[in-house]
């Protein structure tokens, strides 16, 4: 099967609306293709998001946070197992993170023309973070950084960059495809508690900005000082930058300093 057959039946396979005999085959490729599996993923995440933000309350984020941050720390057992295995409704942490999402993303990133939100690198970094926390995008590698690399780089046609971090106690790669678009996705678990997530594309896919793009602000910044760095609300702290011909957009829970710190750590530049 060809992942231009997955991806035009994906949105009729989450609605449900296919016999039961071709959604099996086609979820037999999204089993063995890491892109189609990304993408049936998150458009399942999307509507749940979309399905369950209509009827339920969101919840105040230091709350989010806090219940998240609990169950990290308390939980046993690989921190894989902390992130996925939790028993926080999936449903709720992404309605709680749809209302954070709208409100960080109203503040710092003021509506430009023409682009839409879901084509905004800055957006898809936050969603991706959040879903990666909470457990609707699951790694497709865990190993050493060097491994990671090698398993990225081999599917998209840029540097990939995988630092080895101080500190750090696990290290995965997910890979996705965004409209035609590879992505690639570098996860780390950094001194037990600390998530940081690093979305990574093209720079001329993302500089051309008709698929993927970031508002001007972020923009100019980047062409400028090759930085930009936001310290969002609820402790989240975004930061772009510029890594050969490669886009990085790091997330992380911790403050601008500290992930500064890690991330211009010599084996970054
Ligand atoms: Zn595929």
Redesign the pocket.
Known sequence: ???SE??ECVCEIVDKRLPEEQTNELMQ??Q??????F?FTSMQATKTIVGEKLHRQSVPSEVYYSIINATLDSADGSWFRKLFGFKLNPAIALVAFAFIAVGIYSMFVPQKRGMPEEANIISQSLKNYQAVISGSIKPQLISTEDAVRTFLAKEVGFDVNVPKMKGCSSCSGVLS?FNGIKLAHVVYKVDEKNIIYIYQASMDDAMDGSTIGLPEEAREELKRTDWYVRELTDKTTIVIWRYKNTLCSAVSGMDKDQMIALLTDKELK
Request: charged residues 25%.
């Open positions: 099967m060809k992942c997955f991806k490729h999204a063995v293709c890491p892109h189609c599996n993408e495809d």
